[in-house]
């Protein structure tokens, strides 16, 4: 089994920035890519990122449009959105995914390890 321990989460106002993090530990050899997404109140849950470990490769929903960054905590198995120029609209609980690289990256059935969620909210 893996654990996924998520961090980072708050209360911001419109334009501020935050980082959210996610640390794997367990059978962390079977992660080949660790991803985060959201899921707004009302709405259903949504890709934001991926890290892909096979080829050190980054992908980003559209909606991000360069203002996510995901990277790679040195050192272990973890994994940091940041998230600049945040708007009310990115109010979401983000969760931390992990599993094989294998499937599409941005549906959620592709990911067997999920965390608990780190709950994000900005203000107009």
């Known amino acids: 089994q893996v654990q996924l321990a998520e961090s980072g989460g708050g209360s911001v106002q419109a334009g501020d920035s935050l980082t959210v993090s996610c640390v794997a530990s367990?059978?962390?050899?079977?992660?080949?890519?660790m991803a985060w997404f959201r899921q707004a109140p009302g709405k259903g849950r949504e890709f934001v990122a991926v890290?892909?470990?096979?080829?050190?490769?980054?992908y980003y929903a559209d909606f991000v449009k360069e203002r996510f960054t995901l990277s790679r905590d040195s050192g272990k198995v973890a994994v940091s959105l940041r998230m600049n120029n945040l708007v009310p609209e990115d109010t979401a609980v983000y969760y931390c995914?992990?599993?094989?690289?294998?499937?599409?990256?941005?549906?959620?059935?592709?990911?067997?390890?999920w965390g608990r969620g780190t709950r994000v909210t900005v203000s107009s």
């Open positions: 367990g059978r962390i050899f079977s992660i080949g890519r």
């Open positions: 890290y892909v470990w096979s080829n050190m490769s980054t």
């Open positions: 995914a992990a599993g094989p690289n294998k499937g599409q990256h941005s549906r959620e059935m592709s990911y067997v390890y």
